[in-house]
């Protein structure tokens, strides 16, 4: 969860001073240090590219919507900037290690994404890496309700992978 945090911290704030070499560095050293064999659990990386994608159809669409301005971005601002896919990318790695607890659990994972996200980008604002320009609290519930979908269908998507993995285990 260090990992995480840091990952977070360094795109938010790397984004926020125009400093975009910071986040995919602590992202090398997450990747790294989940991957190693001791650790590694299967599935992992393509969580990665799954949480990506949605992560670039979510926060894309609520640049496009209005609710969200990324400070820093692509030559498009309207798509979603490469720290916060690149933060998408270091969430899916704690889905199977620190938050795998949340993997049965789907409803409190539901609701613990429904009102955290939204608290983590009031928290980029302040940090001034995105600006929140919606006026009204759409934008809060918008973001919670993806969320409360998004999180249980990320750790549904691991435990199929986990699952899947110890079918071909016990096949053999």
């Given at each position: 969860?260090?990992?995480?945090?840091?990952?977070?911290?360094?795109?938010?704030?790397?984004?926020?001073?125009?400093q975009h070499?910071?986040?995919p560095?602590?992202?090398i050293?997450?990747?790294?240090w989940?991957?190693?064999?001791e650790?590694?659990?299967?599935?992992?990386?393509?969580?990665?590219?799954?949480?990506?994608l949605?992560?670039?159809?979510?926060?894309?669409t609520?640049?496009?919507?209005?609710?969200?301005?990324?400070?820093?971005g692509?030559?498009?601002?309207?798509?979603?900037?490469?720290?916060?896919?690149?933060?998408w990318?270091?969430?899916?790695?704690?889905?199977?290690?620190?938050?795998?607890?949340?993997?049965?659990?789907?409803?409190?994972?539901?609701v613990?994404?429904?009102?955290?996200?939204?608290?983590?980008?009031?928290?980029a604002?302040?940090?001034?890496?995105?600006?929140?320009?919606?006026?009204s609290?759409?934008?809060?519930?918008?973001?919670?309700?993806?969320?409360?979908?998004?999180?249980?269908?990320?750790?549904?998507?691991?435990?199929?992978?986990?699952?899947?993995?110890?079918?071909?285990?016990?096949?053999?």
């Open positions: 969860m260090l990992w995480m945090q840091a990952l977070w911290f360094g795109a938010v704030i790397g984004a926020a001073r125009e070499w910071f986040a560095l602590l992202l050293g997450f990747a790294f989940e991957f190693r064999p650790r590694r659990v299967d599935g992992d990386f393509q969580l990665m590219l799954i949480a990506v949605i992560g670039l159809i979510l926060d894309t609520w640049v496009k919507i209005g609710w969200l301005k990324f400070t820093s692509w030559d498009s601002s309207e798509l979603a900037p490469l720290w916060i896919l690149i933060l990318a270091g969430f899916a790695l704690t889905l199977n290690h620190s938050l795998a607890w949340l993997q049965s659990r789907l409803l409190l994972a539901a613990l994404g429904g009102i955290s996200s939204p608290l983590s980008y009031l928290a604002e302040r940090l001034g890496a995105v600006n929140i320009v919606s006026e609290g759409l934008w809060f519930v918008g973001l919670g309700l993806s969320w409360s979908l998004a999180l249980p269908l990320l750790l549904w998507q691991a435990s199929y992978f986990n699952r899947h993995k110890q079918e071909e285990q016990t096949d053999v």
